[in-house]
């Protein structure tokens, strides 16, 4: 009897993802910085801002530009196309903040994001995200998860780590080694 | 219907720690020469509410102990048994081993019982000659391995009080899971049941022999009756042990039948009566029932195993006067008719209602800043929270030193913020340790000096400003200057030939890697001590000094802040950007004049205040951002104070001062140098707040160059 629950279950599951049941798919934020389009798993994003005035912190790394009010709490906002280094870091109009929580080995911590600009949400399946080829030992490699292609393109998706602010205490420490 | 009682566990640590403080300071409050007994009352309450809870909630190893303690407290409390100062002892030593257990527990391991196991062999030999005692406490101990209990079955009297009910305890559920156990017939004793005329249908008049056949121990029957065993009369027979009573059982369960008709119209009874005859169908149950919780208990203690942590979590809630919340809700009704007040100017505004808009935005800042405060005082506790340890801490101390120690606690009722609180416990304890181990004498010494035998420990607190001053007081030896001068000097904290104020001398036991206790000893003299304390305490916004005079003790005087929470500052501003300074460490403001400045090789520049000579530091500089004025003369100096340390501070001008909300920088970012925080102010941005000891660290403004700089600025105005 139990057996036949579960296989009328499979089945209902199956019409529901149009049979890939073993492949989890996955929503991706899409943006743009320097031309090309880039990717953050949806579910760490907590919500998109456009670009304003922030306050600075004195000494701190270049990619970190400062910190923003978010509802009452202080977010570091850092420059993503810095450290992924981008020659162009212009502010336009479609310059936005995107706010992504990330996870740190003893809480989550939320940061802000400068990007050129959001494009579009994509569903990926693990089938269609290929890990990244190692190129190099890079500081931006350690942040790409891997290549997700659609059919018409090629998103470079990204897993964000405490490095994007944790980075700043080797650099900073180099400033103080030198001085 | 089951209840997830794990939702309420957190409630039954937080009271089980509530109930073991007040045991602790009941204990060492004893006075064994003259008893009160109202004091060992309060002692067996404590214990046996941990001991009601923690059976409740299945933490049965807490419950078992506990159980065995409120046994000999019993016997105190009923004059049968002589408290002496070793059973003191033993009782404390209960009260931390409860508290390890249930701290194992909170934080989600399991309790180590070997402690319990030892303590509780010294309360059986003390219970000795008490065999009920003895027995409950046995049976407790070995409820599996129970041989009497296997194979026959229980004869059981239960005769609850009137009220049972009225306090929600139902007889049939009891018997519903007695029923569990083994097979049960019920039968009632209706001898005390009144006509129908003068029956009082919410009370029982009603007792109950139960059979309950089964191997079932003793325990786990009690475990049944566990609520209401205070209240009713209830005896639990082994079958056999007294065949005439079962007997007499059967006889009114034979007459109950006839007299059930009669009262059936109580609802109880006709609950009674359906439920009476579950045991059958319950019966093949059993068997299922008794492979389950073993097969559920092997699987906790896989899941738990690993999970095994040493953290202790931080107290999450905390206990409010209601006088405070009412005073808040008043607050809040009165935001809220200003809040409408404004509303309705707001609907049809004219330029004539201006004066009417001005005194309700007076009004609404006025409510908002009583809240702020009111919501401000919710935080605040007695210090008396963070006190309340030393009795216990100085009594076990003086006993391993062999030094007879009073302990006055003064201001106990002094309120400071809950995170201050916790964060001020440890260098407190540090502190207090400290006077014990090397301020206060043995007593052949004190009487030598021609002191009192027994030394003092004066733990005192008070308001000063908008500060709280905690005070360590003894009346030791003072702090013994030539041995710390010369230790420093061995530690090359100090040069040889260097001379030092006592003030100084004495600061030098702040100094990293100072101990001057010849020996470690377990208490203290590790030589990690007083500098934790002093940065523990830095870290609060507070500082530690400390005052000694040789053969009359020592004073060791903690300033702290009020809250964390909020601070006055004073905003400053450097280019465009917006920094704020807490308003007490800014001793004054001045715009300089040429001729006090003096250029000093090596690129710092000192500014000649008075007769004082202070480094100047530009923030700008410090902090790489663009000002509008980069000269001294241009912009403004804030002279402001750190560490015992003076700076001037360059900055573009003055803004306004303000409240402000501390906001962590930590949380999402990392700390920064120089800065404590940021805020947000009233437009939205966020502004940093400056942290003046980092802000001199940054600026390498060491105490070394310091001291030099003044030094040889003092030879040049010579």
């Known amino acids: 009897m139990t057996d036949s629950k579960d296989a009328r279950l499979n089945q209902m599951n199956d019409e529901l993802t149009g049979g890939n049941i073993d492949e989890a798919t996955e929503q991706y934020l899409t943006f743009f910085m320097g031309g090309e389009e880039f990717g953050v798993n949806i579910l760490s994003v907590q919500e998109i801002r456009g670009w304003e005035e922030i306050t600075s912190i004195p000494n701190s790394p270049k990619q970190v530009l400062g910190v923003m009010n978010l509802r009452g709490t202080v977010s570091p906002i850092v420059d993503l196309r810095y450290c992924f280094g981008i020659q162009d870091l212009s502010y336009t109009e479609e310059t936005v903040v995107i706010i992504v929580s990330v996870k740190t080995e003893a809480n989550t911590k939320v940061i802000g994001i400068v990007v050129d600009a959001v494009s579009d949400v994509y569903n990926f399946s693990q089938s269609q995200i290929q890990p990244s080829p190692e190129l190099s030992q890079t500081n931006q490699a350690q942040y790409v998860k891997g290549l997700g292609s659609t059919d018409e393109k090629m998103v470079i998706l990204l897993e964000l780590s405490e490095q994007l602010i944790a980075d700043t205490d080797v650099i900073l420490n180099r400033q103080l080694l030198a001085s | 219907m089951s209840v997830d009682l794990s939702q309420f566990h957190q409630v039954f640590f937080e009271e089980s720690y509530e ?53 000999l407290l019993d016997l105190i409390r009923s004059d049968q048994f002589v408290l002496e100062a070793d059973h003191v002892d033993l009782f404390l030593k209960s009260v931390d081993c409860i508290r390890t257990m249930i701290s194992a527990l909170e934080s989600g391991g399991q309790c180590d019982t070997s402690i319990a196991d030892e303590l509780k062999k010294s309360f059986n030999t003390l219970l000795d000659g008490e065999p009920v005692a003895i027995q409950t406490a046995d049976d407790a101990q ?43 017939s019920v039968s009632a004793v209706l001898d005390d049941v009144p006509d129908l005329a003068s029956l009082d249908p919410e009370a029982c ?10 191997d079932a121990d003793e325990s786990q029957i009690n475990e049944v009756f566990e609520w209401v065993v205070d209240d009713s009369e209830l005896s639990i027979k082994l079958i056999g042990e007294d065949d005439t009573e079962n007997n007499d059982a059967l006889a009114t369960d034979e007459l109950e039948g006839a007299e059930r008709e009669g009262i059936s119209t109580t609802s109880v009874e006709s609950d009674d ?22 097969k559920e208990q092997a699987q906790k203690l896989v899941s738990n195993a690993p999970a095994k942590k040493e953290n202790k979590p931080e107290s999450v809630s905390i206990r409010v006067g209601t ?51 009111s919501v401000m005082r919710i935080r605040m506790l007695p210090i008396s929270f963070a006190f309340s340890r030393f009795p216990r801490l100085v009594h076990d101390m003086s006993k391993a030193l062999d030094k007879k120690v009073e302990l006055i606690l003064l201001g106990e009722q002094t309120e400071l913020d809950k995170t201050v609180m916790e964060r001020i416990g440890d260098p407190l304890v540090h502190l207090v340790r400290n006077s014990l181990d090397h301020g206060l004498e043995l007593p052949a010494k004190r009487l030598e000096a021609g002191k009192d035998e027994t030394g003092k420990i004066t733990l005192n607190a008070y308001h000063q400003g908008g500060n ?88 060791f005087t903690i300033r702290l802040p009020l809250t964390l929470a909020i601070l006055d500052g004073q905003l400053i501003r450097v280019g465009q950007q917006v920094y704020i300074f ?89 700390a920064v140098p120089g800065v404590s925080g940021a805020t947000i102010l009233g437009d939205g941005t966020v502004s940093l707040i400056l942290d003046i000891s980092g802000l001199i660290k940054l600026a390498g403004v060491g105490r070394d160059a310091y001291k030099k700089i003044s030094e040889s600025d003092d030879t040049e105005a010579a």
């Open chain 2, 19 to 71: 109930g073991l403080d007040t045991m602790e300071s009941a204990l060492l409050n004893i006075d064994l020469s003259e008893l009160d007994s109202e004091a060992i009352n309060e002692i067996f309450r404590a214990a046996h509410s941990i001991k009601g809870g923690s059976g409740t909630f299945g933490f049965s190893e807490i419950a078992n102990f506990t159980h065995v303690v409120e046994t």
């Open chain 2, 142 to 184: 070995e409820n599996q391995t129970e041989p009497k209990s296997v194979g026959s079955g229980w004869q059981i009297y239960f005769k609850p009080d009137t009220d049972i009910l009225r306090t929600g305890n139902d007889p049939v559920r009891m018997f519903r899971e007695l029923a569990e156990l083994g097979e049960i």
């Open chain 2, 205 to 214: 008049f009603m007792a109950w022999n139960i059979t309950l056949l089964g």
């Open chain 2, 273 to 294: 009566t359906q439920e009476v005859n579950i045991p059958e169908s319950a019966k093949a149950q059993t068997a299922a029932d008794e492979v389950l919780p073993q």
């Open chain 2, 323 to 373: 006088d405070k919340i009412d005073s808040l809700i008043n607050m809040v009704g009165e935001l809220v008719i200003t809040q409408s007040m404004l509303n309705q100017l707001g609907k049809d505004f004219s330029i004539e209602s201006m004066p009417k808009l001005l005194e309700g935005l007076e009004q609404l800042s006025l409510h908002t800043r009583e809240l702020q405060e």
């Open chain 2, 468 to 555: 709280i001053v905690i005070q360590i007081i003894d009346d030791g030896a003072g702090l013994n200057e030539e041995l710390i001068l010369s230790k420093a000097v061995e530690n090359g904290l100090v040069s040889p030939n260097e001379h030092l104020e006592p003030e100084q001398i004495h600061d030098l036991i702040f100094q990293p890697g100072f101990s001057t206790a010849a020996e470690v000893t377990d208490i203290s003299g590790r030589g990690v001590g007083m500098d934790v304390v002093r940065r523990n305490i830095q870290e609060l916004n507070g500082s530690v000094e400390v005052e000694s005079k040789p053969g009359e003790g020592s004073v």
């Open chain 2, 582 to 670: 807490p308003l007490v460490s800014i001793v004054e403001s001045i715009e300089s004049q040429d001729q006090m400045i003096h250029r000093v090789s090596g690129g710092c520049d000192i500014l000649r205040l008075r007769n004082e000579y202070v480094p100047i530091v530009r923030l700008w500089d410090i902090f790489n951002v663009e000002a509008e004025y980069e000269k001294v003369d241009d912009g403004i100096l804030v002279i402001v104070e750190g560490d015992n340390i003076k700076v001037a501070v360059l900055v573009d001008d003055l803004l306004a001062q303000q409240q402000v909300v501390i906001k962590s920088l930590q949380e999402n970012y990392r």
